[in-house]
């Protein structure tokens, strides 16, 4: 048996009697994403990231229900891969990063729906503006690096009306429709190494 998998097995072994012990992972940013989609005049859609974000997770069972989640995104750090548009984005027409430099994520429940999926519920900050919001969740599973590092990966999805968050700026063009959509579709996904 590697030692790896004795790595694994030990950590799975622990997990399944966590009780009242808490086990601490905090996000791998290399192997880890925060993306965003958005309607252009109704016809397309245009996709964007933030590049700098931290998340951690609070474990208190073996299955992962009831943990706890927190995390903040650095806001001037979207970008859509235009250097216009994303200075327009910065600005105070949208996320106004000098105002507001962050968005911020914290769970209020972690809840376990079937084998492998969660519903996450919590508070989200977008622009000075808290609102509540529901993560659909999928846990990937665990494994052990080359390095010993126990891994948990965890895709999560959600979809907010951003004029709900003051994200209001919009033009209308020549057939009605809106320039940019009011719905931003949010998916998450986050690779989680155990602290030691």
């Known amino acids: 048996m590697s030692n790896n998998t004795e790595i694994l097995e030990q950590s799975v072994a622990q997990q399944s009697s966590v009780g009242s012990k808490t086990v601490t992972w905090k996000t791998d940013p290399a192997h880890s994403n925060v993306q965003f989609s958005i309607r252009h ?83 989200l900050t977008i622009h000075g503006v808290t609102k509540p919001v529901e993560i659909r969740t999928i846990f990937f599973g665990q494994a052990v690096d080359p390095w010993g590092n126990l891994r948990a990966g965890f895709k999560g999805t959600t979809s907010i009306n951003r004029f709900d968050f003051g994200l209001q700026w919009n033009q209308t063009i020549e057939t009605g429709g809106l320039l940019v959509g009011k719905t931003a579709d949010i998916t998450l996904n986050l690779e989680f190494i155990r602290q030691k």
Not at 49 to 56: G, N, P, Q
Not at 57 to 76: M, P, R, W
Not at 100 to 107: A, D, G, H, T
């Open 41 to 123: 005049m109704v016809i397309a859609e245009v996709t964007g990231k933030f590049k700098e974000f931290d998340a951690a997770l609070i474990q208190h069972s073996g299955d992962f229900s009831g943990s706890e989640i927190s995390a903040t995104i650095k806001a001037a750090s979207i970008t859509t891969e235009n250097a216009d548009r994303d200075k327009h984005l910065a600005s105070p027409d949208f996320f106004d990063v000098e105002q507001y430099p962050e968005l911020s994520f914290v769970s209020r429940s972690f809840d376990k729906v079937d084998n492998d999926r969660y519903v996450v519920k919590g508070d």
